[in-house]
């Protein structure tokens, strides 16, 4: 993606209609733009109100609100300008039409704002990652993660252990261009040494808070799992307040995973909904089954529903031992007289008359705040963050084994890249287009 050249424009703020819309600029010919379009450039981060013209014949598009900001002080280190457009579909289509006609401008890609502050060192992918995470943020211990590693919290300490890293090879290899003019064999010094064990310890915590950050973004999965007409998918629609999943009285109506989000006294939680276990009599549902099995070993809480008018046989042990936790629910309540009884375990509801709902909402709360609790806040969010800090936490230990201090400096070589590829430092340009391209256009 060279394209350093081209200015590129696109539509930055929600769907239309909306009061205001805000068209939004980045690039060499934006001040360009500005003259033909605006009557002039406007000074740099004042706001001012101009007849906005469309430059084939100066006729009046819309009365715009114009910022201009400029390069290499803006969000993308580039020439930027903000045109703030009544948020009419009208308005906002005969802007971007007119800006088209420009010489030298076109629209933008999906992430490519972004992609050009991260080019020119406005952003490390670490904040790269936590501005799409912010604007995709649906909870409020999502959006304060986010907005932590947007704000550095995780790239900086990863920052500072590359430093203390380069430092420490840094002395190393002066040791060594030292041994070779007095031709004996280098050393390594204790604080050295301890610098070293200071470091892979401190990456070892981090890895050890295991994947609570990933967690928060993506939420905690709690799986719906049992019989057939348990009352999953009734479970899932209440919980969610809407009709996410078809529930009928024919067993096995669910076949394919159903996931519903959950904003539960702030903390995320995906709500799976499972195909009912059972001997499968067709091959759409025995598909549905081995998806079941799989959603749910991998889930941090199982549900396991069965119906309480019936014999409830439990959990199978291919279930328990493959999910985290699983809390037995007996459904259907309503069904069963006064003095009904279920095991010391087994939370009774009944979906049909909300009886029990509000206990296991309270519930699934305080396992999630018990999940998430005591996180810190820079946290590793993302499964190729920490693939690199145990890359790094390998080539620390490798290297505080070995005596020979050049074979020490090579290990501490690979520590540092391995750390550099999580802020985008090296060698990472196989990742970008991933991470880019989860952002909507006009980001
Ligand atoms: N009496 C009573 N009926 C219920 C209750 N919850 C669900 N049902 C009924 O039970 C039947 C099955 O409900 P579903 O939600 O489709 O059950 P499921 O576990 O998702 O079933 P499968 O997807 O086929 O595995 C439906 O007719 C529901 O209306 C309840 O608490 N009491
Ligand atoms: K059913
Ligand atoms: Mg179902």
Same mark, same amino acid.
């Given at each position: 993606m060279d394209n350093r050249g081209e200015t590129i424009f696109a539509l930055s703020s929600g769907a239309l209609p909306s009061a205001i819309a805000v068209v939004r600029l980045s690039g060499p010919r934006v001040r360009i733009v500005l003259e033909t379009m605006a009557g002039s450039v406007p000074e740099a981060r004042r706001v001012v109100l101009r007849a906005l013209k469309? #430059?084939? &014949?100066?006729? =009046?598009l819309d009365e715009a609100v114009v910022l201009f900001f400029e390069g290499p002080a803006s969000a993308t280190g580039e020439d930027v300008a903000e045109l703030h457009v009544h948020g009419g579909r009208a308005v906002v289509g005969a802007v971007l039409e007119a800006l088209g006609t420009v010489d030298g401008l076109r629209p933008a890609e999906a992430g490519e704002f972004s992609r050009r502050a991260f080019d020119n060192g406005k952003l490390d992918l670490t904040r790269v990652e936590g501005l799409a995470d912010l604007i995709a943020a649906e909870t409020e211990a999502q959006r304060r993660q986010a907005l932590s590693q947007l704000r550095g919290s995780f790239g900086d300490l990863v920052e500072e252990w590359r430093r203390r890293l380069i430092g420490l090879r840094a002395r190393i290899e002066a040791g060594l261009d030292f041994a070779e003019e007095e031709d004996v064999l280098g050393s390594v010094t204790d604080a050295d040494r301890a610098e070293l064990t200071d470091l892979r310890i401190g990456i070892e915590t981090k890895l050890e808070e295991g994947r609570g950050g990933e967690r928060l973004r993506d939420g905690l999965q709690v799986a719906l799992m049992g #019989? #057939?007409? !348990?009352g999953k998918s009734s479970l899932m629609n209440a919980l969610a307040r809407r009709d996410v999943a078809i529930v009928t009285e024919e067993a096995g109506t669910t076949r394919d995973v159903l996931e519903v989000h959950l904003d539960l006294a702030g903390y995320p939680v995906t709500l799976i909904d499972t195909a009912g276990l059972? $001997? !499968? $009599? @067709?091959v759409v549902e025995k598909e549905g089954i081995r998806r079941a099995l799989a959603r749910g070993s991998d889930a941090d809480l199982v549900l396991w529903m069965e119906d309480a008018s019936g014999p409830m046989a439990g959990a199978p042990g291919e279930v328990v031992s493959a999910a985290g936790t699983v809390w037995p629910i007996a459904n259907? !309540? &309503?069904? =069963?007289?006064?003095g009904f009884e279920v095991g010391d375990d087994a939370l009774a509801i009944s979906v049909k008359t909300g009886a029990g709902l509000g206990g296991l909402q309270e519930k699934l709360a305080a396992f999630a705040g018990e999940k998430f609790a @005591?996180?810190?806040? !820079?946290?590793?969010?993302r499964e190729r963050h920490r693939a690199a800090l145990s890359d790094c936490r390998d080539a620390l230990t490798r290297a505080e084994s070995v005596v020979d201090p050049e074979l020490m400096a090579e290990e501490l070589r690979h520590a540092g890249d391995a750390l550099g590829r999580i802020t985008g430092r090296i060698d990472v340009e196989d990742v970008l287009d991933v991470i880019f391209a989860e952002f909507c256009i006009g980001k």
């Open positions: 469309d #430059p084939r &014949d100066g006729s =009046v #019989p #057939p007409n !348990a059972r $001997e !499968a $009599e @067709g259907k !309540a &309503d069904l =069963v007289g006064d @005591g996180l810190g806040s !820079a946290m590793a969010t």
